[in-house]
T-cell receptor, first 117, second 115 residues
Framework: AQTVTQSQPEMSVQEAETVTLSCTYD???????LFWYKQPPSRQMILVIR??????QNATENRFSVNFQKAAKSFSLKISDSQLGDAAMYFC??????????????FGGGTRLMVKP | DTGVSQNPRHKITKRGQNVTFRCDPI?????LYWYRQTLGQGPEFLTY????????KSRLLSDRFSAERPKGSFSTLEIQRTEQGDSAMYLC?????????????FGAGTRLSVL
C-alpha cells in the first residue's frame, strides 16, 4: 500500500521569504501522480500543484514549485515570496496510475504553514 | 461551474442516531469520492463512484456506513447508529471524465459532531 509522510507538522515563514515543505512517499509503482493541496482554515481544499512521475521536469505554478526526486521518493513544495494568504494546512497526496480503479488520493498528515507579517 | 457543494456544513447528533450527508458534484463530473478527515490529520479515502456505480470501498467504511449516487448525479453518505468515533469532517470530491485531467475538486465538507 502507498504511504505519504509529511515530517513537518508546523512551519513558519516571514512574509516575502521562501519556505520549503517536505513530503516523502512509498510506492512500488513506476508511474503515478503527486499533488500538493492547500486547505485554508474552515475552507475547502484546493489544488496547488501537481506532478506526473514520468516527467523529469519539476512542475511550477507562479510562486509555487516542486522538487521531485523520484529515486529518493521525495516531493517537496517551495513557496517563494510568501504572502499572508498562503497560511493554511498543506497536504501532499499520491495517486495511482490512471486506470479504472478509482484513482483515489492518499494523503500525508499535513503541514500547518504560518506566515508572519 | 459552482463547485462541489456539501450539505449540511455542520451536523450535531447524539450517539446512536442516524445521519445523512449530501454532496452535489461539479456538473458533468462522472467521478465522485468521499473522504473522512479527523482533526489534525489528512483526509482518508472512504468510497468512490463512477457515474452511479460504487466501484471502491475502503475498509474504513464499516457496515454502518452506506453511500449512494442515484442516477450518477448527487451522492448521499449515511451513517447509522453513530458513535463518538465518527466525529470528523466528511469531504466530497469530484473529477471529470477525462483521465488526463483527473484532478479532484473538493467541497467544503460536512463537520459531524457526535455527542
Amino acid at each position: 500500500a502507498q504511504t505519504v509522510t509529511q515530517s513537518q507538522p508546523e512551519m513558519s515563514v516571514q512574509e516575502a521569504e521562501t519556505v520549503t515543505l517536505s513530503c516523502t512517499y512509498d510506492t512500488s509503482e513506476s508511474d503515478y501522480y503527486l499533488f500538493w493541496y492547500k486547505q485554508p482554515p474552515s475552507r475547502q481544499m484546493i489544488l496547488v500543484i501537481r506532478q506526473e512521475a514520468y516527467k523529469q521536469q519539476n512542475a511550477t505554478e507562479n510562486r509555487f514549485s516542486v522538487n521531485f526526486q523520484k529515486a529518493a521518493k521525495s516531493f517537496s513544495l517551495k513557496i517563494s515570496d510568501s504572502q499572508l494568504g498562503d497560511a493554511a494546512m498543506y497536504f501532499c497526496a499520491y495517486r495511482r496510475p490512471n486506470n479504472n480503479a478509482g484513482n483515489m488520493l492518499t494523503f500525508g498528515g499535513g503541514t500547518r504553514l504560518m506566515v508572519k507579517p | 461551474d459552482t463547485g462541489v457543494s456539501q450539505n449540511p456544513r455542520h451536523k450535531i447528533t447524539k450517539r446512536g442516531q442516524n445521519v445523512t450527508f449530501r454532496c452535489d458534484p461539479i456538473s458533468e463530473h462522472n467521478r465522485l469520492y468521499w473522504y473522512r478527515q479527523t482533526l489534525g490529520q489528512g483526509p482518508e479515502f472512504l468510497t468512490y463512484f463512477q457515474n452511479e456505480a460504487q466501484l471502491e470501498k475502503s475498509r474504513l467504511l464499516s457496515d454502518r456506513f452506506s453511500a449512494e449516487r442515484p442516477k450518477g448525479s448527487f451522492s448521499t453518505l449515511e451513517i447509522q447508529r453513530t458513535e463518538q468515533g465518527d466525529s470528523a469532517m466528511y469531504l466530497c470530491a469530484s473529477s471529470p471524465r477525462q483521465l488526463a485531467k483527473n484532478i479532484q475538486y473538493f467541497g467544503a465538507g460536512t463537520r459531524l459532531s457526535v455527542l
